[in-house]
């Protein structure tokens, strides 16, 4: 069982720079693949980086490379998304989700197993 607690959302102007935390309060991340995901009011669910976390090797979707950053802190057990030149579209709630970890990498939604409550992000244009 692991809970997560998200946090870092808020307001910010378009070009601006937010970074998101998702830490494990209880137990840990040592065998699972972590990720981020968004959601937008009125649309999908959306994959937008993830990391393994054994590893530290990293996934990201290809319209978010170049402007979001996954890393992970160990010794905290918690996982950080930089996100940098934000855009209006960027505009979501934000979860941070985990799974077992696995060979490929997984970017359904169903495909984890927990979530954190999520956090909004709202950048102004």
């Known amino acids: 069982q692991v809970q997560l607690v998200e946090s870092g959302g808020g307001l910010v102007q378009a070009g601006g720079s937010l970074r998101l935390s998702c830490a494990a309060s209880?137990?840990?991340?040592?065998?699972?693949?972590v990720a981020w995901f968004r959601q937008a009011p009125g649309k999908e669910r959306d994959i937008v980086a993830a990391?393994?976390?054994?590893?530290?090797?990293?996934y990201y979707t290809d319209s978010l490379k170049g402007r979001f950053t996954i890393s992970r802190d160990n010794a905290k057990n918690t996982v950080y998304l930089q996100m940098n030149s934000l855009k209006p579209e960027d505009t979501a709630v934000y979860f941070c989700?985990?799974?077992?970890?696995?060979?490929?990498?997984?970017?359904?939604?169903?495909?984890?197993?927990?979530w954190g409550q999520g956090t909004q992000v709202t950048v102004s244009s």
């Open positions: 989700a985990v799974r077992a970890a696995s060979v490929l990498w997984k970017v359904r939604p169903e495909q984890y197993n927990y």
């Open positions: 209880e137990g840990t991340f040592g065998s699972y693949n």
């Open positions: 990391i393994r976390w054994s590893a530290g090797a990293t």
